[in-house]
């Protein structure tokens, strides 16, 4: 079966970086459009980023946009997030997710439009 994996999480300073990778397998990787989202504690899931098949597009939640960068190497079915500049508040499980609907729909942002989920890596960032 389908199965995506994160990992790169851990405990950073504030202002400190840190990179994800999300390793996919028993998927056509090149066919799908990736996206991170993230909950924090007490919090709904929401958003954070997310890139097109290709990679040339990307597409980011205004509190990711300038900070995080999304890139994908579909030679290795992997999807990346470099977090720089990081915040207390960026402090969450983030998680790794694959879609194809969302190419369709022209929306990427919907929990929904994703159909595979990786089981979450957290960040903690510490003030």
């Known amino acids: 079966q389908v199965q995506l994996v994160e990992s790169g999480g851990g405990l950073v300073q504030a202002g400190g970086s840190l990179s994800l990778s999300c390793a996919a397998s028993?998927?056509?990787?090149?066919?799908?459009?990736m996206g991170w989202f993230r909950q924090a504690p007490g919090m709904d899931r929401e958003f954070v980023a997310a890139?097109?098949?290709?990679?040339?597009?990307?597409y980011y939640a205004a509190s990711a946009k300038g900070r995080f960068t999304i890139s994908r190497d579909n030679a290795k079915n992997t999807v990346y997030l470099q977090m720089n500049s990081l915040k207390p508040e960026d402090t969450a499980v983030y998680y790794c997710?694959?879609?194809?609907?969302?190419?369709?729909?022209?929306?990427?942002?919907?929990?929904?439009?994703?159909?595979?989920w990786g089981q979450g890596t957290q960040v903690t960032v510490s003030s």
């Open positions: 028993r998927l056509s990787f090149s066919t799908y459009v």
């Open positions: 890139i097109s098949m290709s990679g040339r597009t990307t």
């Open positions: 997710a694959a879609s194809q609907r969302a190419y369709y729909s022209g929306t990427y942002n919907g929990e929904h439009l994703y159909d595979y």
